[in-house]
């Protein structure tokens, strides 16, 4: 038993991570963006947004194909509709 209480422990995190470093990269895909709205020629800081923007899209894709859709417009379900399906992305486990 103890091993299976580990098991969901990890998982936990592991969900908890993925939520946390999208949280990261959209802060700093946002926080860019500002930036470029003032700067919109620097080429440091839009090649750094691209990357970021990219991270995030990578991040986004692996916590839905892990733990399911992140929002309404993401449940994909063509049998049944998955938005309902628990945890939702802001359930604490």
């Known amino acids: 038993m103890?091993?299976?209480?580990t098991n969901v422990s990890a998982g936990t995190n592991d969900r908890a991570q993925a939520l946390k470093n999208i949280q990261a990269y959209n802060f700093a895909a946002c926080d860019l963006g500002l930036y470029l709205n003032t700067h919109p020629y620097d080429k440091r800081t839009l090649a750094i947004h691209a990357d970021v923007a990219a991270k995030l899209k990578?991040?986004?894709a692996e916590f839905q194909s892990r733990f399911g859709p992140l929002t309404s417009a993401d449940s994909t379900g063509a049998e049944a509709w998955q938005w309902n399906d628990d945890p939702w992305p802001w359930d604490a486990q």
């Open 58 to 60: 990578e991040a986004k």
């Open 2 to 5: 103890p091993m299976e209480a």
